[in-house]
Structures are given as C-alpha cells and as structure tokens.
C-alpha cells in the first residue's frame, strides 16, 4: 500500500528511506492529476482577465553567496561569522549553528535566545540519520487551562496577557543545544561560547532595525531591568551603532560553557530566572525553579514527504511547521507548477487554496503529541491528501476551508482554533565540510519576548502561543494550556534530499504562522521554478491561513489583487517581514541565502 509520508522511525537513514519511496512511494503525478495540472487548466475565466502581463522570475537583488566547502546563513553579519569561525576551526553544522545562536540572543535579542526554545533539524552524512531535535518550552506545573481568562470568562487580551511572567515559558534552547551537541558536536562545548562572551565583554553595535523595534515597542520599559539596558540614562532607545556591552549575559555564558547546561537549569541562573517570572508586575507568573529542573528536551521522529523528486523532511509536532509545509506541497503534488510563473494569478491561487486546507486541518488536529494524539501519518498520507486536493478549483477560491478526517484512529471532538503564534523569532541554516546540515529555527515569541530580563537575557513569552480559550463552541481546543505542556508552535525548519539521499537544501524563516506559507513559497520556488535560493527568498512573499489572502506591500503581487478578488479572494497587502535563509548543495558546490527583508547574510568557506 502506498503511503505518502514516512517518520524515521527505528533509525532509518535518508537513503534507506528514499530507496523505500522507490517502491512503496512513486510521485502522484502518474496516477489522476489534478484539474489544475496544465496553465490552460488553471487560467481564470474569461471575465477574470489578469491586470498585468506574468511577470518573469524576479532577479535576486544580489547573488547567492557561493562556497565549495562549508557555509552558513544567519539573521545578523556576527552570528554568521561566529558559526564561519566553527566551521573553519574543524567543527560540525551543530557547533556552527549553537554559536550562532548564542550570538543571536545577544545581538538580535528581541527574536531568540537562551531565555527561549528552538526547534532543530539535523542531518548526518556519515550515518545518514536525519533526527528531529525539539527545544519547545513548557509550561509550569502550576499553569492552569483559565490562566489567560479574566474575571469574566473572556481571553485577555493579547498584549496584555504578553507583558510580565504569565507568559513566561520553561526556557528550551540550551538543553536541546546540548543534547544535540553530545551526539553531533566536534568541537569542545566550551568553545561555542567563546564568540558570544566576547561580543558581550567588548560590546557590540546596536543596527538600524534593533533601534527602530526598540523605538516601536511600547512596554519595554514595563520592566526596570529591560528599560536599562536597551535604553540610555536620558530614556531614549539606543541608537544605530551605539556599541552596547553586555556583562550579565557575558558572566552566564560562562558559567553555562564551564558547567554545561545544567547550571542554567538548577542553581541560582534557575532561582533568577523564576524569580523574575514570578515576580512580574503586572501578570506574575507561576514558574519555579523546579520547573527548570524537570526540563528535558526531547529527540522526536522528522515528518517525511516525498514531493516530485526530492524528499522534504520537517519537525513533528508540537510545531505544526513541519507536517502544514508538507501538506502544502503535498496538496500541489498532482500540480505542474513548473509550467506556472512564479508572481501569477495561477500560482498564487493555488498555492493559497492549498494554504487553506492544510491551515484547516492545523488548527484543527495539532498540538503537543505528549497531550493530543496528533494525526501526523493520516495528514501526510497521499491518498488523503490527493482526496483534500480535489477541494482545490481552477477558477473559484473555495473561501473558509473545513478541516478533513486524516485517519484520527478514532472520534474527534476538538474544537478548530486559529490560535496567534509569536512572530519575533530567528533561523539560520549550515552545511559543513562533511555534508551534515542544521536547520535551526528559534525564538522568544513575541518582539523582546515577555519584555522581563534574567542574568542579561530576555524571557520568552511563548505560553501566549496556547488557546487562550480552552474551549471553543462547546468542544475542548487541542492546544489549551495544561501543566507541563509544549504550546503549538508554526517554526518549520526544513531539511530537503535529493534521489541519493544527499541533503541538498536547508530551510527556514521567522513570521508567526505566516512561516509555513513563507517556507513553502521558498521551496517550491528552488524545487519547482529552479530558482537559486537567493532569488526564492527575495521572492514576494504571500500567505493564506484559511482566511483573507495575504500579498506583501510594495512588490509586483499588488498588482494581482484585483484578479485574485475576482476569484473569491478576500486580499489584503501588507509587511511581510520574513526572514529566511537557507543553504543549498549541488555538484558545484554550496550557496547560501539571506533575507534583506532583515540583517542577515550567507557565509561561506
């Protein structure tokens, strides 16, 4: 019987599992495709006339940085060069990728860091296993499932259940960077701490972006603690190169580096870091230091899809990143997309109804697998997901997508909910001199997480990433909060192999849930369009979360706007702030891409 998906579980390697594919999972193109397989099939209606001429591929503004060896791409120049030093002193794409995240937390703050989770997709080229790491904070044993409700019943609202401890999760990352680390690092662990620790000693320069959020961000100086230090003695937000230094988070990293993870976990970094939560004014929060000390990350099965012909392999739940993404390319699978112009009407129609449907079954079926059985094998499955594609018309959009029934193995009687997820996240992408890859997506939530600092570094706010309300029209919502649980995230870093089992693209971005439709544009713009991963990433972005459809402001899909109402779209234009970067391989060689939507770039070796 033929399935569309795989997990890798019992260890199975890229190449083992690719050589199942060949038999066991052929492409769905040979069987029906789908009416819209041709650019004749999805061509709007007559009346529906498109109001400018297709355009052509855009040229990336720059090109893709190019390497025969090793190369990273990173949110910030300093995070880049971090992860390049690793590389170059003999280490692996996990000990590139955790000194660049160490970086990340001090120079671009308000996205990641050690005060928050990551999700991680690795990639050995030695063994072939492709492994799933999950760093997802947790709630504390004392969080309740009304805890974001007021005295009336009602949610909070957003901003303010955001500021203060409430919302204040277990803290992740550095738990998941050890554990991966003591399977994948080469380089002793105490070294991947050195380029943060000096940054923080000797100060770095506050960019241009890191002032204007600062700027922009109206409760920063809530807290006494943040106000100081991301402000001067006059009040004003730190200028654009003002050179910053950060002793506090200098003086944890070393006592992280010397002791290793667990001196984060228990000890008085643990106490701090409760006490702060707890402590908050307004919306104390419930973490003690015993809910640092239970932490564990945990080493999950990747979800696998076979799409044309690549494999593309993603995180499992609680990110609802990895198994959407998939469901996406895996709803256009029956599609020729290579016969569409990237930035028409035809692609971002049907790349947008297909959004719909796997949002559909998103809020409906995903939340942390420790609580909810989550249908991961039935929404992945090809006969489903042929049977969903059948949902798509050429020339109608179907409006609000009703989620599916992916073989749930039982009743189920969770309600649907379209829960906000953080949108101030990082990711970067490497591959080393060996041919391992890291995908790294991590964050802290929302812009400067839940706006508290500990020991020099922000807290999340990732509890904000449950249901507000546990339950919705009478039925429990899958992703309300309960005691020790991981919130549903939408992080998708991305890991994609060629017919031979070489990993030849890594892939990821920031942007809330709008990552899954910012991913899946970028994929199917190197896969499909044959773009170099420069070009996809500069791509417009547009993104569809079963409601109105989404075009960025100010590039050529504004001009789409009117054909897509046409169609039944409900379309609004707006920043799409993406931040993408990725690393793809062939016989040539590496190269690498950064989003100049924000201040990262590719570095190579």
Excluded at 169 to 196: I, N, S, T, Y
Excluded at 300 to 306: A, D, G, I, N, S
Aim: net charge negative; proline share 8%; hydrophobic share 45%.
């Amino acid at each position: 019987m033929r399935t569309g998906w795989f997990s890798l579980r019992g260890g199975l390697t890229a190449v083992a599992i690719l050589l199942l594919g060949v038999a066991a999972c052929e492409p769905l193109p040979p069987e029906e495709p789908l009416a819209a397989a041709s650019p004749a099939a999805v061509a709007p209606p007559a009346p529906v006339a498109e109001p400018v001429p297709p355009q052509a591929p855009p040229v990336a503004a720059v090109e893709p940085a190019a390497s025969t060896k090793q190369m990273i791409a990173a949110a910030h120049p300093l995070a880049a060069e971090a992860g390049l030093a690793m590389l170059k002193a003999g280490g692996s794409a996990i000990d590139a990728a955790i000194a660049a995240e160490l970086v990340l937390g001090l120079v671009e703050p308000q996205s990641s860091g050690i005060g928050g989770g990551a999700f991680l997709m690795h990639y050995a080229a030695k063994t072939g296993e492709i492994a799933a790491y999950d760093g997802r904070e947790t709630a504390p044993a004392a969080a309740t499932s009304d805890m974001f409700l007021n005295a009336d019943g009602r949610p909070m609202a957003f901003e303010k259940a955001v500021v203060g401890g409430l919302s204040v999760g277990v803290p992740g990352f550095l738990r998941m960077a050890e554990m991966a680390h003591r399977e994948h690092g080469r380089l002793p662990w105490a070294q991947l701490f050195d380029p943060a620790i000096g940054l923080a000693e000797k100060g770095f320069a506050v960019s241009e972006r890191l002032h204007g959020l600062i700027a922009g961000a109206k409760h920063l100086k809530t807290f006494a603690a943040t106000a100081g230090y991301f402000h001067g003695p006059d009040g004003q937000p730190r200028a654009a190169g003002e050179i910053v230094a950060n002793p506090a988070y200098a003086a944890t990293l070393r006592e992280v580096a010397e002791k290793g993870a667990e001196a984060f976990y228990t000890g008085p970094i643990a106490s701090d870091i409760a006490a702060a939560a707890r402590g908050a004014r307004p919306n104390p929060g419930r973490m003690v230091a015993a809910d640092l000390a239970g932490y564990k990350a945990i080493k999950r099965e990747p979800v696998c899809l076979f799409y044309r012909a690549w494999m593309v392999c993603g995180m499992p739940a609680p990110t609802s990143g990895g198994i959407t993404t998939l469901q996406i390319l895996g709803l256009l699978q029956g599609t020729d997309l290579a016969a569409l112009k990237p930035n028409s009407v035809e692609a971002v129609h049907l790349i947008a109804e297909a959004s719909r449907l796997a949002f559909a079954d998103r809020d409906t079926y995903i939340a942390d697998p420790a609580f909810i059985p989550v249908p991961a094998a039935g929404m992945l499955d090809s006969g489903y997901l042929k049977l969903r594609a059948r949902e798509i018309s050429p020339t109608r959009s179907m409006g609000t997508a009703f989620p599916g029934m992916p073989g749930t193995g039982g009743a189920w009687n969770f309600a649907p909910d379209d829960t906000r997820t953080g949108v101030s996240t990082t990711h970067l992408a490497v591959i080393d001199a060996d041919g391992n890859a890291v995908s790294l997506t991590a964050s802290i939530e929302g812009p400067f997480g839940s706006h508290l600092m500990a020991r020099g570094f922000l807290l999340n706010n990732q509890l904000t990433d449950f249901s507000f309300a546990p339950v919705k029209g009478g039925a429990p919502v899958a992703n309300a909060v309960e005691p020790k649980k991981r919130p549903r995230s939408s992080m998708a870093p991305m890991l994609v192999f060629d017919g031979t089992g070489r990993v030849v693209e890594a892939v990821g971005s920031p942007g809330g849930s709008r990552i899954i439709g910012y991913v899946a544009k970028t994929l199917i713009a190197t896969l499909d369009w044959k773009m170099d991963i420069q070009a996809a990433i500069d791509l417009p972005n547009f993104v569809n979360r079963n409601g109105k459809t989404e075009l960025e402001k100010g590039t050529p899909l504004e001009a789409l706007a009117p054909a897509l109402k046409a169609l039944g779209h409900e379309v609004t234009i707006g920043e799409m702030t993406s931040g993408l970067h990725g690393v793809t391989a062939d016989a040539t060689g590496l190269a690498g891409g950064a989003d100049p939507r924000r201040d990262g770039v590719a570095l190579g070796q």
